[in-house]
Each structure stands twice: as structure tokens, then as C-alpha cells.
């Protein structure tokens, strides 16, 4: 089941404050609606009364997907004070089979929804991801500030991700055979899920990079 609260916020165009319903877990399978609006935004959307002024909320929500068995917090920075290592390891440390990340941002959260919910692995992806980058930054000669998961097709035998390149954050997407994607699991293998040995953590960039450094280090010392 999902679950949800009131909280009064201060809207950041006219200062007028209001309540709004703030969720504290997603369940897609008892709630699809939800899974749709958190995907296209309109959950997370704050829409002032007083001015119509229009924000994206940032707050803890647990998106738990028990039929695909995985579970994706999004903790903004700010909230990481309260919703520390050790809270998450209490509540939720503890449980077999599910597969449990830990986001920083509502982008981020929703690409670990469409990985997961695609049967794919999100190390074996942050790989790919970030070797792509490489490829997209040499072709385009301009530097990739971030990007997302945007494609997977059997059919097709494509995955690919959408970049942002250069200081306008254009859009611009790079696919690869999946063959690709079947090779990246050893790199990933290289590198621990969790140093810590956590149950709730990041799967990004900064990992990949790790990975990919360990598994050229082994192979260049065979
Ligand atoms: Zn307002």
C-alpha cells in the first residue's frame, strides 16, 4: 500500500503557504495511478493556490515495487540528516531478494524504475553509461554533464541513454548493440555492490568509475 501525509510548504514564488499531500511510499502494484503521476511528474508537482506559481517537491519517498522486488528511496541532500545509514539499515536491512538503491534525485529515481522495471541490471547499466559517455564526449568534442537510461529493445538489439552535452545541456542520444551490455557485467563484477556492506546505496557515476578503473587495473596485470 502507499502511504502519504500533509505538509505545509511555503511556495517559492509568493512566499503564501499551503497543505499538500506528501507520500511517503509509492506501492505500484496495489497503486499504478501513483507510478504514473511519480513518472510524469505530476506527483512530485506543486501548484500554488494563491499565485499558480509551479515547483517540483523534494522530500523522502520510498518507491517500493514488491512485485519486481526492488525498492528506490529518494532522500534529497537535505534530508539526509534525518534519514541517515543507520535508519535505513534498521527499517529495511533485513530483507531477502530485494534489490535496494538510494537516490539523490528525481531523475535519478526515475531511471532505477525503468532499469529495474525492464529486468536489467543498474551496475551492469552505470557501466555502459559511463563508457558511453566517453564515446559521446569524443565524438561531439563538448563535455556530458550528466545523462539517463533512455532505450532498451530486444528487437532492435539497442540500449541507450540520453546525454546532456556542453553548457546548454543539449540532448543528444547514444545507442550500442546489447552485446555491449552482456560484456559490461564483468566490469561490474569488479567492484563490491556496497563497500559497507549496506542494503540501501548509491549505484552511480562515481561507482562505475570505480569499477571500470578495477577492472582495466586487473586485466593490465594478467
Ligand atoms: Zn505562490
Redesign the pocket.
Known amino acids: 500500500m502507499s502511504s502519504m501525509t500533509t505538509k505545509k510548504v511555503t ?1 517559492p ?2 512566499g ?1 503557504e499551503s497543505e499538500i499531500k506528501v507520500y511517503k511510499t509509492v506501492n505500484p502494484t496495489t497503486d499504478p495511478a501513483y507510478r504514473e503521476q511519480l513518472l510524469n511528474g505530476e506527483l512530485l508537482k506543486f501548484t ?1 493556490d ?2 499558480g ?1 509551479v515547483a517540483q517537491l523534494r522530500y523522502p519517498l520510498l518507491y517500493n515495487d514488491m512485485k519486481n522486488n526492488f525498492m528506490v528511496y529518494y532522500i534529497p541532500e537535505i534530508d539526509r540528516e534525518t534519514l541517515t545509514d543507520e535508519v535505513l539499515e534498521r527499517e529495511y536491512g533485513d530483507l531477502e531478494g530485494i534489490t535496494r538503491r538510494l537516490v539523490p534525485g528525481y531523475n535519478e529515481l526515475k531511471e532505477k524504475i525503468h532499469i529495474f522495471e525492464a529486468n536489467l541490471d543498474d551496475k551492469v547499466i552505470e557501466v555502459v553509461k559511463a563508457a558511453l559517455k566517453d564515446v559521446v564526449e569524443k565524438r561531439t568534442g563538448e563535455e556530458v554533464t550528466g545523462g539517463y537510461f533512455s532505450k532498451y529493445s530486444v528487437a532492435e538489439d539497442r540500449i541507450g541513454f540520453t546525454f546532456f552535452v556542453g553548457d546548454e545541456g543539449e540532448q543528444f542520444v547514444q545507442t550500442t548493440r546489447l552485446e555491449i551490455y552482456n560484456k559490461s557485467a564483468a566490469v561490474a563484477a569488479a567492484e563490491p555492490a556496497d563497500p559497507a556492506d549496506r542494503q540501501f546505496f548509491l549505484i552511480d557515476r562515481t561507482w562505475a568509475r570505480s569499477a571500470l578503473y578495477k577492472y582495466k587495473k586487473s586485466k593490465a596485470a594478467m
Open positions: 511556495c514564488k509568493c503564501a500554488c494563491k499565485c506559481g
